[in-house]
């Protein structure tokens, strides 16, 4: 499966904050039965881990 812009391009590299994930996940939770919030769990760690750290927060 792709990705592409509305002219059609194909999408490479996307940058999404880490926020924005939780939230998304979170809100597709509630829907979810609870015997498969661990496959959400699982799906929002690999994201995470499969991306490449732009920016941390500071302490």
């Given at each position: 499966m792709?990705?592409?812009t509305?002219?059609?391009?194909e999408?490479?590299?996307?940058v999404?904050?880490?926020s924005?994930l939780?939230?998304t996940f979170?809100d597709?939770?509630?829907?979810?039965?609870f015997?498969?919030?661990s496959v959400?769990?699982?799906?929002?760690?690999?994201?995470?881990?499969?991306a490449?750290i732009?920016?941390?927060?500071e302490e």
């Amino acid at each position: 499966m792709s990705y592409e812009t509305p002219e059609g391009k194909e999408i490479k590299t996307i940058v999404i904050s880490v926020s924005h994930l939780q939230k998304t996940f979170d809100d597709y939770a509630k829907d979810f039965p609870f015997e498969c919030l661990s496959v959400l769990d699982f799906l929002e760690y690999e994201i995470v881990n499969g991306a490449q750290i732009v920016e941390l927060e500071e302490e």
